[in-house]
C-alpha cells in the first residue's frame, strides 16, 4: 500500500508519496489549485499531473490511497461543492479522502494529538482539535484580516515608509533600505512600484515581508516594534482557542513568518496563556493528510 499526501493551499499545491513505513519517497510541487484563484479545469490538471508524477514507476496493481488538504474546504457550502467536484475528475479511480488544508496542517504537526495550530505564511489562521471539535479563529482573508500574516507584515512595513517619508513618523534607516531594495529612484516611485511592477498581487506583497529581517539587522527601532506587534496578533489567535481547553495544551505551528526564529518564539511565548506550550511540529502537513485518511478508512469511512 502507498500513500499520497496533498496540501493544497492559497499560492502552492505540494504533493508527497509515502510507503507502509511512512518515508516519504517522492515529491512534486505545482501551482495552487485553489478554484478561487485558478479555473476548475486548471485546477483539475494540477491535482491530476502531481498524482501522476508519483505514481509513474509503481508496480501495475499497487493500491494508493490519496489524503488531501485544500485551502476553501469546510464553511462555504457552494465553493465545497466545487472542490469536491475538482477532485472527482482530477483523482478517480484512485480512493481518496478530502479535508481543509488547515486540519491536516494541526494533524500532522501534533502527530494526531489534540492542541492548537497557528499558520503564519501569506495569510494567517488558528485552528484547534478538542474533543474531536475543530474551531478556528482568523483566515477572514487579507480584505478582512489576516493580521500576523506576512501580507499584514508587508502592508505594515510599507505603511510606516509613507508614514516617515511625510514625516508623521520620525525617519529611521527604513526609507533609505526599501528604497536601496526596490530600486526607487524618488520616495514616491512606491506607488507606481505597486500599481506598475507587483500590480497589488497579494502574493508579490507578502512576500516583502522579508524585509522584517532586514530591519532587525540594521536594529531599526520600528522593527522591533513590529515583531512586538507581530507576536500579540498570533498570541490573541492562540489564546481565543486556548480558552476551550482546560488544562494543558500545545500549540505548534507553520508558515513562512515563522522563520523569524527564536526572535519572534520568545516573545510569542511571552505572550502566550500560562496552559499553552509551544512546541516545534512533528510531521508536514502533506503526512497529516495522510494520517487523518488512514483513521477515515479504518473507521470504514471511505
Not at 220 to 249: C, H, M, R, Y
Request: include cysteine; glycine fraction near 10%; aromatic fraction near 8%.
Amino acid at each position: 500500500m502507498y500513500y499520497i499526501g496533498i496540501d493544497g493551499g492559497g499560492t502552492k499545491t505540494s504533493f508527497k508519496l509515502y510507503d507502509e513505513r511512512g518515508d516519504c519517497l517522492k515529491k512534486s510541487e505545482k501551482p495552487t489549485c485553489h478554484p478561487l484563484q485558478v479555473q476548475s479545469k486548471e485546477a483539475v490538471l494540477i491535482l491530476k499531473e502531481g498524482v501522476e508524477e508519483l505514481v509513474e514507476g509503481l508496480d501495475a496493481g499497487s493500491k494508493v490511497l490519496i489524503g488531501l488538504g485544500l485551502a476553501g474546504y469546510g464553511e462555504d457550502d457552494n465553493l465545497c461543492n466545487k472542490i469536491e467536484a475538482i477532485c472527482d475528475q482530477a483523482l478517480t479511480p484512485y480512493e481518496y479522502c478530502l479535508f481543509n488544508d488547515v486540519s491536516i496542517a494541526l494533524e500532522g504537526a501534533l502527530n494526531g494529538e489534540e492542541g492548537i495550530l497557528i499558520i503564519a505564511g501569506t495569510g494567517s489562521i488558528a485552528l484547534s482539535k478538542h474533543d474531536e471539535v475543530y474551531r478556528r479563529v482568523g483566515g477572514w482573508g487579507y480584505m478582512l484580516g489576516d493580521e500576523g500574516s506576512a501580507y499584514w507584515l508587508a502592508k505594515e512595513i510599507f505603511k510606516e515608509y509613507t508614514m516617515q517619508v511625510d514625516g508623521r513618523s520620525k525617519q529611521t534607516g527604513l526609507v533609505d533600505l526599501i528604497k536601496n531594495k526596490l530600486s526607487l529612484e524618488n520616495d514616491y516611485d512606491l506607488i507606481s512600484y505597486f500599481a506598475n511592477e507587483i500590480k497589488n498581487d497579494r502574493s508579490k506583497i507578502a512576500n516583502h515581508a522579508v524585509l522584517l529581517e532586514n530591519l532587525i539587522q540594521l536594529e531599526d527601532p520600528f522593527a522591533f516594534e513590529l515583531l512586538d506587534q507581530l507576536a500579540k496578533q498570533l498570541a490573541l489567535l492562540v489564546n481565543t482557542l486556548g480558552k476551550d481547553f482546560n488544562g494543558k495544551v500545545k500549540v505548534s505551528y507553520l508558515g513562512g513568518v515563522f522563520n523569524l526564529g527564536e526572535l519572534l518564539f520568545e516573545k510569542l511565548e511571552q505572550q502566550l496563556a500560562d496552559h499553552i506550550k509551544l512546541v516545534e511540529p512533528i510531521h508536514s502537513p502533506e503526512m497529516g493528510a495522510v494520517l487523518l485518511a488512514k483513521k477515515k478508512k479504518v473507521e470504514g469511512e471511505l
